[in-house]
């Protein structure tokens, strides 16, 4: 069974940085996509970040692209997102999910993280 803590999240100003954590409590983490998302309040869940296995592809939407960097520590069970240049609108509960490459292709979320920036 595979287990996902976020933590990180706080109040911020507009302009300013924040840096999540997610950290994964299972085995094989490297046999694991991983992903940010999130959810602001009345809206649908968005995708923020994903990070491949081995950490060589990543991908964003246009909406936090160069502003958010999520990267990954394999040795560590750890997957990062990396927020600058914070926005009101990124004010959100942030989720990490891991994704399972292979057969049964498990899916683990955690239990979110709270971001708000707000001056």
């Known amino acids: 069974q595979v287990q996902l803590v976020e933590s990180g999240g706080g109040s911020v100003q507009p302009g300013g940085s924040l840096r999540l954590s997610c950290v994964f409590y299972g085995f094989t983490f490297s046999n694991y996509v991983m992903y940010w998302h999130r959810q602001a309040p009345r809206k649908e869940r968005e995708l923020v970040a994903a990070i491949t296995s081995a950490g060589g592809g990543t991908i964003y939407p246009d909406s936090v692209k160069g502003r958010f960097t999520i990267s990954r520590d394999n040795a560590k069970n750890m997957v990062y997102l990396q927020m600058n240049n914070l926005k009101s609108e990124d004010t959100a509960v942030y989720y990490c999910?891991?994704?399972?490459?292979?057969?049964?292709?498990?899916?683990?979320w955690g239990q979110g993280t709270q971001v708000t920036v707000s001056s």
């Open positions: 999910e891991a994704r399972e490459l292979r057969p049964p292709n498990a899916d683990y």
